[in-house]
């Protein structure tokens, strides 16, 4: 059983930055995706960003390219996601996914993710 656990979140003006972690003990696959989703009461759970743990550059949402940037920390076996000059419309609840067993680089571009953390909420307000 993979646990997931994110920190991070909070509320901040537009403009500022957070970071987000996600915590994955014993989750070392070498061959899995992991991504950020986020969910928004109303509309579409949207991937934010991913990466393929076997290699490779992260993958980002066009709404967010640029301003956010995905990293994979192996010492602390932790996703980490960097988040600069938010904008209101980067407010919702972040997940973080994982996804192993059989998967190359191309199913981390999809939705269908195995794991599931249990979300951290982000607030960007004047």
């Known amino acids: 059983q993979v646990r997931l656990e994110e920190s991070g979140g909070g509320s901040v003006q537009p403009g500022g930055s957070l970071r987000l972690s996600c915590a994955a003990p014993g989750f070392t696959d070498r061959s899995a995706c992991m991504a950020w989703f986020r969910q928004v009461p109303g509309q579409e759970r949207e991937r934010v960003a991913s990466i393929y743990t076997g290699g490779g550059s992260p993958a980002y949402a066009a709404s967010v390219k640029g301003r956010f940037t995905l990293s994979r920390d192996y010492a602390r076996n932790t996703l980490d996601l960097q988040m600069n000059n938010l904008e209101p419309g980067d407010s919702g609840i972040y997940y973080c996914?994982?996804?192993?067993?059989?998967?190359?680089?191309?199913?981390?571009?999809?939705?269908?993710?195995?794991?599931w953390g249990q979300g951290t909420q982000v607030t960007v307000s004047v």
């Open positions: 996914a994982a996804r192993s067993g059989w998967v190359n680089v191309a199913h981390c571009s999809t939705d269908a993710y195995t794991y």
